[in-house]
Nanobody, 114 residues
Framework: QVQLVESGGDLVQPGGSLRLSCAAS????????MDWYRQAPGKQREWVAT???????NFADSVKGRFTISRDNAKNTVYLQMNGLKPDDTAVYYC????????WGQGTQVTVSS
């Protein structure tokens, strides 16, 4: 059983920045894909970013140029750096680590508001 602990969600003003963390109970090198998703109230879950085991990254059009996904293997942690936050970024953010199984975090709330 892989356990994921998410942190970093907060209330932030538009234009602000946050860094979300997803710490795994085992080496993140074990995972083929590391993803971030988000779900805003009343909306469908949206894919945000992917980091592959080989280091390739992809981002949703809505966050390109503003968000960055990265990892720290020594800390068993994947990050989502969010810059230039907008009210539309308000959502619960989930990490998803994929190997032969699919593991999800509990989610962390990001609220962008004045």
């Amino acid at each position: 059983q892989v356990q994921l602990v998410e942190s970093g969600g907060d209330l932030v003003q538009p234009g602000g920045s946050l860094r979300l963390s997803c710490a795994a109970s085992e080496s993140i090198f074990s995972f083929n894909y590391m993803d971030w998703y988000r779900q805003a109230p009343g909306k469908q879950r949206e894919w945000v970013a992917t980091l592959t085991r080989s280091g390739s990254t992809n981002f949703a059009d809505s966050v390109k140029g503003r968000f960055t996904i990265s990892r720290d293997n020594a800390k068993n942690t994947v990050y989502l750096q969010m810059n230039g936050l907008k009210p539309d970024d308000t959502a619960v953010y989930y990490c998803n680590l994929v190997s032969r199984q699919n593991y999800w975090g509990q989610g962390t709330q990001v609220t962008v508001s004045s």
